[in-house]
Structure formats: structure tokens, C-alpha cells
């Protein structure tokens, strides 16, 4: 018996949607935004929820409206993933036969900065629901990555250091890693306690490896070759804190970070302006924004 092509893309997209319990009263599909984390970055999930109950599905503050979302995370140790943090879904309304997406940063609400491979699964339960609803699970992996290149500073003060007081220092390093579709350049501000931020910078094309220098004030200089013609440049202070971002491309030179050896000031010398949408294309985030 042939099945219509038309039949065919809605059993696809109905599946897509609800890979499991199709026929609860709350259907779920959970998402990653990529198979592989460099340590201490953010990791994030996405849940989409169906409302099938017939009734609308209201999170609120009091009893009979109470909702709660969790996860159960494994990380294929004796220790499972403590919970540090909370999900807000208060206020959120979700009428009869719609959808709602949470985005959710799950390594803040999760300690997930163990290194190594983990599952994880969503879990929701309603006070106007009889049973609790759980999500497919996914997998994605934690990874240290490969140091590429390194550098101490100080952390400057404003007025004088006081006497008898050391120096705070930062330690800067790009390390790189595969995400499960490139090999990415990443940012690490970190001191021996903390980590300050990580911070994606590009992908690694193969060329060049990214050029780095460090000013007066300890604010870290980056140009990376975003494609074979443009570069992107960056300026992040020692909290790794994104100051400034700007893209060039080659013209009849190549763009390269320069210090005038009289100020101290790091400059971009050589290539052009690139144009965003004519030039090069924005990587914005997925999931995020």
C-alpha cells in the first residue's frame, strides 16, 4: 500500500517533536546546542513542552499551580551532578495544545565541570497533573581542550598598591577542542582558586593559530582568521570580560596586531574594515539570544 508524501512529512515532524510519551499530557523534547563543552563553559539546553492535557498549564506560586522542572544528570561516576542553582518557571502559562521552550544554562544550575561524558534527562512535574512527565535523553561531553598558548599578568589597581600587598595575577590561555562540528579556539581567564570566564574566540581553519599580545594595562589583544580572507580581533580584560570586537579583511595586506613601542598601544596594522552581511556572516549563538 503507498503512503502519500504528505503523510509521510507530518509523521515526521509529529516525531520530531515528541520522540517519546506522544500520548502524555505533557509531551517533551529536550536539546543540546552542541556534543562537546570546553571545561567551565556554559552549557546549555533547550526543553520544549506540549500541553496536551486539554486544560491550560499554569506554573505558579500557589499550591494547586505549583510546577517543578529537574533534571537527572549522570556522569557515569559514583557522584552524581549536585544542584547549585534553580530553574524560574514561574509565570509561565501554557494553553491547550501549545508549546512552550525553555532555554535553561544547565552547567548554573549543575556541577558539570567534571571532565568526561555525561546523560542528561528532564523531569517536570505539575500539581494539576497525575503523574510526572520525563524527556529523551541526551549526551554531550565535558573536555579540558589542548593549550595552544599561555601568558601571566598583573591585575592593575586604581591608585597606589598598598604597601606590604602583592600583586593579583591572571593567568590567560587558549586552549583548543573539538565541539562535535569544528575544532574551536577558546579564551581562559583563571587564577590558582577561580575561573574568571571562558569564552569562545573562533574556529580553528588551519592556517594560522591566533595571534596574541598583552598591553600595559593586562588586557589581552586576539586576532584569529575567521575564514581564509577575514579576521576577527578582540579585547578581553583579566575578569575576561569582552571590551572590545571588531572584524577585519585582507586587502592588498593582512591584518596583524602591531605595539607602538613608545605608548604601549596595540593597534590592528594592515587589511581593511570588514563588512557584517557583506564581508562575513555573524556566528550568533544557538539557543541563546
Not at 491550560?56 to 544542584?83: C, H, Q
Not at 535553561?104 to 568526561?116: A, C, F, N, Q, R
Not at 600583586?167 to 579556539?185: L, M, Q, T
Not at 592588498?252 to 570588514?274: H, M, Q, S, Y
Amino acid at each position: 500500500m503507498l503512503i502519500s508524501r504528505k503523510f509521510l512529512l507530518v509523521i515526521l515532524v509529529f516525531s520530531w517533536f515528541f520522540p517519546m510519551e506522544t500520548f502524555a499530557q505533557l509531551a517533551m523534547k529536550l536539546e543540546s546546542n552542541r556534543k562537546n563543552y570546553m571545561t567551565y563553559e556554559t552549557v546549555y539546553v533547550k526543553l520544549t513542552m506540549k500541553n496536551q492535557s486539554g486544560h491550560p498549564l499554569v506554573f505558579g506560586k500557589r499550591s494547586g499551580l505549583k510546577g517543578e522542572l529537574i533534571f537527572d544528570i549522570d556522569n557515569y561516576t559514583d557522584r552524581k551532578p549536585k544542584m547549585i542553582g534553580s530553574v524560574p518557571i514561574i509565570g509561565k502559562v501554557i494553553p491547550p495544545g501549545k508549546m512552550e521552550t525553555i532555554i535553561v544554562p544547565l552547567s548554573k544550575m549543575y556541577d558539570i565541570s567534571m571532565d568526561g561524558k555525561y546523560s542528561v534527562k528532564a523531569m517536570v512535574k505539575h500539581a494539576q497533573l497525575p503523574n510526572s512527565y520525563q524527556s529523551n535523553t541526551i549526551d554531550f561531553k565535558i573536555t579540558p581542550g589542548v593549550k595552544v598558548w599561555e601568558a601571566i599578568v598583573g591585575v592593575p589597581t586604581v591608585g597606589d598598591l598598598d604597601e606590604g600587598k602583592k600583586i593579583e595575577k591572571r593567568i590567560y590561555e587558549i586552549r583548543s577542542f573539538f565541539d562535535g562540528a569544528d575544532n574551536v579556539y577558546c579564551l581562559v581567564v583563571q587564577d590558582e582558586n577561580y575561573i574568571y570566564g571562558v569564552a569562545r574566540i573562533g574556529v580553528d581553519i588551519g592556517n594560522l593559530r591566533p595571534q596574541c599580545m598583552i598591553d600595559r594595562f593586562s588586557k589581552l589583544h586576539i586576532l584569529v582568521q575567521a575564514s581564509p580572507s577575514v579576521f576577527s580581533y578582540y579585547v578581553y580584560d583579566t575578569d575576561c570580560n569582552l571590551e572590545e570586537k571588531e572584524t577585519y579583511k585582507k586587502d592588498k595586506t593582512t591584518p596583524c596586531l602591531v605595539e607602538n613601542p613608545d605608548t604601549g598601544r596595540i593597534f590592528i596594522a594592515g587589511g581593511l574594515k570588514a563588512r557584517e552581511g557583506i564581508d562575513f556572516e555573524e556566528d550568533r549563538e544557538q539557543f541563546i539570544n
